[in-house]
């Protein structure tokens, strides 16, 4: 049941995000315990990462309120999830059982994940950990590595945006020589291994002192790279740009802010084109095939999204993974539904033949329109001939601040 489970949500992964990338797979030993200390920007998405591109088998600590949910309940139970018992949660239950469950896991040579942060937020920081990976890490009885692992979303919350899932270098941890009967570790030892789990954290994760501050270092590495290049090294690029901007903060405001108006004007203007083209002709022979099927699929997706604003209740967090389970049950029931009509009208042949064309047609329609918008773009920038000059100057005050910083002037983030 796992692997189908798996596989299924992979496929939806792969759905949502035209782009998903992998990063520091060597950091993940391939035998022995393991604890994945993961960032949470972005609800159940995030553990679904977990779950299908981790190298090696994972259990989830989660708060217990899922495991009464519909449908999300059987799914994080096929998962083997460890509930965590929260007092704002009002659900009974012990975190001693809980910890109990996970130490097992780990001595068994297991892997588990654990977001220290306790709950998925949208803030451009890492909030203040919670202590319940160390006290796990020590109190297991067994040495084990803890891998400090980073979630960055391009746009989180957008249909086809990008992810990466990037794993930093492990923190060696041996069992603790002192912990008490209930299998709590020292309080000191503790504290030092969660200031650890922060640093290595703030590694593999993109933070900023406002949401302000990310969305504009955003723009300004689309118009500095042209979004060519790997999502590890616009990651990379993004973190450069964040120490940038701190530094032209404190030492030449007036100097930032003239920066970021023009990034925001380059950026207004400037359409990225996709690596994957298709020629003009196909995209004329696939366009009415597109329309048949934009039409069909568009109007469930319009109720996923309706479905996902009115549920979020303003959460932003949590909006993907509303879309993605309105997407695994609308869906199929869109296209039964269809096919159920056809085959009162034209019988059962016909009927299957629908079933099988319908996600066939929708496909066709998401990737024909992403071309399509791509030609658009395409056409647009070439009306504006002094951009390609504007980018040049902007790219040049960038490398200056870099080159003030220490940094190398090289435009690539691993030069």
């Known amino acids: 049941m796992r692997r189908l489970v798996t596989a299924l949500c992979a496929l939806v992964a792969r759905t949502f995000f035209r782009r998903i990338e992998i990063a520091g797979l060597e950091n993940v030993p391939p035998s022995g315990g393991v604890l994945f200390a993961v960032n949470h920007p972005n609800g159940l998405v995030d553990p679904l990462f977990l779950l299908c591109f981790a190298p090696r088998p994972v259990s989830f600590l989660a708060k217990a309120p899922l495991f009464h949910y519909p449908l999300i309940g059987w799914l994080v139970r096929q998962l083997d999830t460890i509930p965590v018992y929260r007092k704002t949660d009002n659900v009974a239950g012990s975190n001693a059982e809980t910890f109990s469950r996970a130490r097992a896991i780990v001595k068994k040579s297991g892997s588990i994940a654990i977001f220290p942060e306790g709950t998925t937020h949208s803030d451009s920081k890492l909030r203040e950990l919670k202590t319940g990976a160390a006290r796990i890490a020590l109190g297991c009885g067994c040495a084990l590595k ?68 990310l969305e504009l270092i955003a723009r300004a590495e689309r118009i500095f790279s042209g979004g060519a290049g790997s999502l590890a090294d616009e990651f990379e690029l993004r973190k450069r740009f964040v120490a940038g901007y701190s530094y032209l903060r404190e030492r030449d405001p007036m100097r930032l802010q003239r920066l970021a108006s023009e990034v925001a004007q380059i950026d207004a203007e400037v359409v990225e084109a996709q690596r994957r083209r298709l020629s003009s002709l196909w995209l004329l022979i696939l366009l009415p095939l597109a329309l048949l099927g934009g039409a069909i699929q568009w109007p469930t997706y319009r109720l996923i999204g309706a479905l996902a604003n009115r549920f979020s209740r303003g959460e932003d967090e949590v909006i993907a993974t509303i879309k993605c389970i309105g997407a695994m049950v609308l869906y199929p029931l869109t296209w039964l539904a269809i096919a159920a009509f056809v085959f009162t009208r034209l019988g059962p042949i016909a009927a299957l033949l629908t079933l099988i064309a319908l996600p066939l047609l929708g496909y066709i329609a998401l990737r024909v329109f992403e071309l399509l918008d791509d030609v658009i773009g395409r056409l647009r920038a070439t009306m504006r001939r002094d951009v390609a000059a504007r980018q040049r100057a902007l790219r040049d005050d960038i490398i200056a601040v870099a080159g003030e910083m220490g940094f190398a002037t090289s435009p690539s983030p691993r030069g």
């Open 146 to 213: 803890i891998v400090p692992t980073g979630i960055y979303y391009t746009a989180k919350q957008t249909f086809r945006s990008s992810a990466l899932m990037y794993f930093g270098t492990p923190i060696d941890v041996a069992p603790s020589a002192t912990v008490a009967e209930n299998g709590e570790p020292e309080p000191a030892a503790v504290e030092k291994l969660t200031e650890e789990i922060e640093t290595a954290l703030n590694d593999v994760t993109l933070q900023a002192d406002t949401n302000a501050a």
